[in-house]
């Protein structure tokens, strides 16, 4: 998927995660049940060891996209400032084939399986280029933080 300037949508809209936790850059797709995202990795970041995204960035990164399905139901608008928290209340399955390195962009995608109310399950995969870097099956809760 080529990245434009006029197909990104802004993930701070849809996470409560900033630097150096945030592991996504851009929403590049978002439906009810779909999201696509990418994420740079960089040298600073936490998850960075030997020139290499470890295992557990990669889960951090799938966790995240996968969290934006259910997180754009808080969403009111870029005006509206909403502070919403997830957690992982369960992974069932992740396989890892491969880690990406330093300057290499991942594209994930994710896809609802089922919902109940704030608790969502979700299939995800990460890729470098055609590679499959990890696919995962992850159980997320989020709600929104009042006042």
Same mark, same amino acid.
């Given at each position: 998927m080529?990245?434009?300037?006029?197909?990104?949508?802004n993930?701070?809209?849809f996470? +409560?995660?900033?630097?150096?936790?945030?592991?996504?850059?851009? &929403?590049?797709?978002?439906?009810?049940?779909?999201v696509?995202t =990418?994420?740079?990795?960089k040298? !600073?970041? &936490? /998850?960075?060891? *030997? *020139?290499?995204f470890?295992?557990? $960035?990669?889960?951090e990164h799938s966790?995240?996209?996968?969290s =934006? &399905?259910? $997180?754009?139901? %808080? /969403?009111? $608008?870029? !005006?509206?400032?909403?502070?919403v928290?997830?957690f992982?209340t *369960?992974i069932?399955?992740?396989?890892i /084939?491969d880690? +990406?390195?330093?300057?290499?962009?991942?594209i994930?995608?994710?896809?609802l399986?089922s919902?109940?109310?704030? &608790?969502c399950?979700i299939f995800?995969e990460?890729?470098? $280029?055609?590679?499959?870097?990890?696919?995962t099956e992850?159980?997320? %809760?989020i709600?929104?933080?009042k006042?």
């Amino acid at each position: 998927m080529e990245l434009k300037e006029d197909n990104l949508i802004n993930i701070h809209h849809f996470l +409560p995660h900033r630097a150096p936790m945030l592991m996504a850059d851009y &929403i590049l797709k978002l439906t009810p049940d779909k999201v696509v995202t =990418s994420f740079d990795i960089k040298s !600073d970041n &936490i /998850f960075v060891h *030997n *020139n290499h995204f470890v295992e557990a $960035g990669l889960i951090e990164h799938s966790a995240q996209t996968s969290s =934006s &399905i259910l $997180g754009q139901s %808080f /969403f009111k $608008g870029p !005006d509206v400032e909403t502070k919403v928290i997830g957690f992982i209340t *369960n992974i069932k399955k992740i396989e890892i /084939f491969d880690l +990406p390195e330093v300057g290499d962009t991942i594209i994930s995608k994710a896809t609802l399986i089922s919902q109940y109310e704030n &608790i969502c399950q979700i299939f995800c995969e990460t890729f470098l $280029g055609e590679k499959l870097l990890i696919r995962t099956e992850i159980s997320l %809760f989020i709600q929104e933080l009042k006042s």
